[in-house]
T-cell receptor
Framework: KQEVTQIPAALSVPEGENLVLNCSFT??????LQWFRQDPGKGLTSLLL?????REQTSGRLNASLDKSSGRSTLYIAASQPGDSATYLC??????????????FGRGTQLTVWP | GAVVSQHPSRVICKSGTSVKIECRSL??????MFWYRQFPKQSLMLMAT?????????EQGVEKDKFLINHASLTLSTLTVTSAHPEDSSFYIC???????????FGPGTRLTVT
């Protein structure tokens, strides 16, 4: 069974810092990996989706990398802002079996950026 | 595009009653919808996968007689929590998968509190 782990569980930094959030998964047979943002009491907003054949994806100040063979992904946030404060979730989609559509989530990294 | 709504956003009910939560894909058709629950500071746990016109597939440990799922159309799935108990209090999130795609689009979630 796929297990997704995110480190750290929580992170508190001053505004302006560059951040690294880590995600690891136990089964490298993935179709893609996705990073989400969740604000308190809200649903999920998709940030970046990396296909298994890709190494990285970028969107604005966010950059996500994927090392499928080692089961790792990182999310880089450049020049962090207080508005980046949220929980960041990593999820993987398996590439085989009857559960092709489902996602396996990590527990998330709770980020606080203070001014 | 790809907007998913949930109704209600919050609900408080008494122990022993039943509660229905709706999940709608507003601007696309979804053959598959997923129901997740999330406890405080925990990740999303998949409860069940519902396919339009057929019975839902429940994850291990999820009582199908307690969490009734109906997916009667390509834009609507409902989750009914029957005989609710305080331990059913949680945040329930649905997602919908577009026809022909593996990507899931998430609803804003429903906060259920059972007193």
């Amino acid at each position: 069974k796929q297990e997704v782990t995110q480190i750290p569980a929580a992170l508190s930094v001053p505004e302006g810092e560059n951040l690294v959030l880590n995600c690891s998964f136990t089964d490298s047979a993935i179709y893609n990996l996705q990073w989400f943002r969740q604000d308190p009491g809200k649903g999920l907003t998709s940030l970046l989706l990396i296909q298994s054949s890709q190494r990285e994806q970028t969107s604005g100040r966010l950059n996500a990398s994927l090392d499928k063979s080692s089961g790792r992904s990182t999310l880089y946030i450049a020049a962090s802002q207080p508005g980046d404060s949220a929980t960041y979730l990593c999820a993987v989609r398996p590439d085989r079996g009857s559960t092709l559509g489902r996602l396996y989530f990590g527990r998330g990294t709770q980020l606080t950026v203070w001014p | 595009g790809a907007v998913v709504s949930q109704h209600p956003s919050r609900v408080i009910c008494k122990s022993g009653t039943s509660v229905k939560i709706e999940c709608r894909s507003l601007d696309f058709q979804a053959t598959t919808m997923f129901w997740y629950r999330q406890f405080p500071k925990q990740s999303l746990m998949l409860m069940a996968t519902s396919n339009e016109g057929s019975k839902a597939t429940y994850e291990q440990g999820v009582e199908k007689d307690k969490f009734l799922i109906n997916h009667a159309s390509l834009t609507l799935s409902t989750l009914t929590v029957t005989s609710a108990h305080p331990e059913d209090s949680s945040f329930y999130i649905c997602s919908a998968r577009k026809i022909g795609s593996y990507e899931q689009y998430f609803g804003p979630g429903t906060r259920l509190t059972v007193t």
